[in-house]
T-cell receptor
C-alpha cells in the first residue's frame, strides 16, 4: 500500500544533543511537509519541500533544519533540542500545492527531550 | 489574518446520538477545506475535501458541508469507534499553507 512512513516512532534525546527524524513516502508526491504538534494543539507547519525547493515558515526556529535528498525521503534535523521541542513531529505529503490536494500524514515521531 | 476555529473543544455522545461539529474560518479566498480524523498518538487521517459553498461529502456515518464562513461535520448514529479528535484545515489562495484548527475531541459512550 502506498503510504507515508516515519522512523523512529519514539525518540528520546538529551538536551542539546542533535537528533534526526526521518520520513519516507511511496506515494511519489511532489510536496513533503514537516509539522510540530504539541498536546491538544493544532499541527504547526515548520517547512515544506516542493520537489527540491525548500520553503521555511517565517516563525520556524533556526534550530530546525530539513533535507530532502530525493523524492521519497525527507529528514528533520534538530540541531540543539530544548525541553520546549518535545512534541509529536508529523510528516505529510501532497501531490502538488497549487491545487488544493489533500495532505497524507505519517504516524508521527514522538520526541522526548531529557 | 487567516484563522480556523473549531467548536466545541470536546463532545461526549451516547452511542446513536447524532450531532455536529463546527469549523468556522476566516481566510482571504478559500482554496479548499479539509477534515481529518486523528486518533491518540497517530497522524491525522484524511476524511474530506470541500472546495466551494454548498458542497457536501459523505462517508459512512459522516457528512461534511460547507458555507462561505463555516463547515459542519455531521455524525449520524455514532459508534464508539468514531471516538477521535476531528481536525479541520483550510488552504487559502494566497500561499500554500494549511491552517489547522485545534480540533474537537469526540467521545462516543456505548
Amino acid at each position: 500500500d502506498a503510504m507515508v512512513i516515519q522512523n523512529p516512532r519514539y525518540q528520546v534525546t538529551q538536551f542539546g544533543k542533535p537528533v534526526t527524524l526521518s520520513c519516507s513516502q511511496t506515494l511519489n508526491h511532489n510536496v513533503m511537509y514537516w509539522y510540530q504538534q504539541k498536546s491538544s494543539q493544532a499541527p504547526k507547519l515548520l517547512f515544506h519541500y516542493y520537489d527540491k525547493d525548500f520553503n521555511n515558515e517565517a516563525d520556524t526556529p533556526d534550530n530546525f533544519q530539513s533535507r530532502r535528498p530525493n523524492t521519497s525521503f525527507c529528514f528533520l534535523d534538530i540541531r540543539s533540542p530544548g525541553l520546549g521541542d518535545a512534541a509529536m513531529y508529523l510528516c505529510a505529503t501532497s501531490r502538488d500545492r497549487q491545487v488544493p490536494y489533500e495532505q497524507y500524514f505519517g504516524p508521527g515521531t514522538r520526541l522526548t527531550v531529557t | 489574518e487567516d484563522q480556523v476555529t473549531q467548536s466545541p473543544e470536546a463532545l461526549r455522545l451516547q452511542e446513536g446520538e447524532s450531532s455536529s461539529l463546527n469549523c468556522s474560518y476566516t481566510v482571504s479566498g478559500l482554496r479548499g477545506l479539509f477534515w481529518y480524523r486523528q486518533d491518540p498518538g497517530k497522524g491525522p487521517e484524511f476524511l474530506f475535501t470541500l472546495y466551494s459553498a454548498g458542497e457536501e461529502k459523505e462517508k459512512e456515518r459522516l457528512k461534511a458541508t460547507l458555507t462561505k464562513k463555516e463547515s459542519f461535520l455531521h455524525i449520524t448514529a455514532p459508534k464508539p469507534e468514531d471516538s477521535a479528535t476531528y481536525l479541520c484545515a483550510v488552504q487559502a489562495h494566497t500561499g500554500n499553507q494549511f491552517y489547522f484548527g485545534t480540533g474537537t475531541s469526540l467521545t462516543v459512550i456505548p
